[in-house]
């Protein structure tokens, strides 16, 4: 098995869009920057939470361009390579292996639904086989609420198996703790994220590698906290805080909803924007969102009143 | 309501790969012409049955571009522009525009799941919008079994509504009579073409301007005869035929099945293959679905035996 670049919180990184609905490449390199200075481990940029299907494989490679021309480290970073087809998704990991990323964070084609662990195997082979390059790192993106069409236990161990040096680790998003606790089970030394900080500590105790998470785009410094003191006799203590703020989260549309609270506490309004087919939340329901915040004592970069020790 | 372009029997037609996996736009020019030949009403060049998906953005316009200049009239053609981004899809609508094709063939966003019909409407309507020509006809493609996300009767009338010279027809591959058949009441003058021919007939009869079906693909003669012969007292003896032979093909997985019967009627191995993660059939199914045809006494281009008066 291969060395493991990513350790932590990873964030899928929100997408800002300027008033014309173009990616805003000046305000993405800003938050990026704020993400790592708040201690993320690795930017997961281009994910679902980064509404990356909604911008063409043009857009978000210019976006990559921007980022590390303006000097965030390639090797921080992990980007999505969602594409239904294997020219696509060849052409998108072969710009992230040109900038020295660590890693891709890689989606199955998800526009046909029933196909065989044979056909998402020869996707991810033939992708891997046009990339040609032994410094690529494949994590694969396990999301079946959203995708639908998912990496099975058995086909994760079959791309192991076959690449043993590329296929390094999965997000595992699909909500459901027993695949988590399998793969980390299954596959010792292959890099388990979950895809909420809600599994954070039950997968850390498993051997996990971290976490990456939407949430991360707004309470990074606490779900570090867990991620750092898992072993402490107040890892539960901590875990449930970060548990409470996800619960809130998830009460709303999760990508309108991180967008309202970046806009709100960075003072931006233009942040709430999304691009169709998300729309942003509307008044009521960003003030209840503030609102609940508030309730929790949430600030944006610190630390939440009711999680002070 | 616009003038209706399209009429009688479409067909998405199947996209031939070259043995290096890439598009192959000779046999694709070549396959074309004959489904024209045939008695197409029109080619929905890049739906489902085409592996659209698993194409690039460019690998489809370098075969549209292929196509016109090779002779196929644009006025006969109506291409798919799925994509999960408005920027992408307005790409291929504005390229599908300068070959002055007669419609484009228009998926929702199929990404994101559970979103809204105001999504879905800020999707069109910013694709529509940024395509920004009077000459555009689009035919939203309700195809919910693949892309899951699909266009409400509600949100088709709001189109309608918002767009009348634009938004002039429907593909219907839901499966579901009854969401066709209240297209038909809701919509009248609105082109709605059901996606499989088993409900052309009952479809006729309440006005739809003919069907895009998989299966024209092999056999539009037939197809043909009962749109041309849909008040005749052999109506539904004609229906029962092409109904027969749609069912026999469903005992497969369609596209692979499809492409194995080009492969074999018209000698040419090459035409059997799929891009991932779609897998062709096997020797077995192959044999098997050759001998189910050989029942029902068809052949490529003829009317099956079965149906002979």
Redesign the interface.
Known sequence: MAEQPFHGVLVPVLTPFAPN?EPDAGRFTVFCRWLLDQGAGGLSVFG?TSEA???????RMKLLDALVEAGIPPDKLMPGT???????AA?LVRHVIGHDCSGVLML??????G??D???F??V??VIDKAASPALRVYLYHIP?????GYSLDLVGRLIKAYPQTVVGLKDSSGDWSNTAALLDHFPGFAVFPGSEVFLLDALRKGCAGCITASGNVNVPCIRKVYENWRSPHADALQAEITTLRKALQAYPMVPALKRIVAHFHGDPQWAAV?????PLDEAQSSALIADLAKLGFTLGERPRSMAA
């Not at 969602?82 to 696509?88: L, Q, V």
């Not at 609420?145 to 069409?149: G, I, N, T």
């Open positions: 609905g679902t299907n909604s911008m063409s494989a043009v857009e969602g594409a239904c087809s294997t020219s696509e052409e199955p084609p998800f526009y046909y639904k196909v065989s044979d056909g998402i020869a996707f082979s033939r609420p959203v995708a639908q069409v691009r169709p087919p998300m729309v």
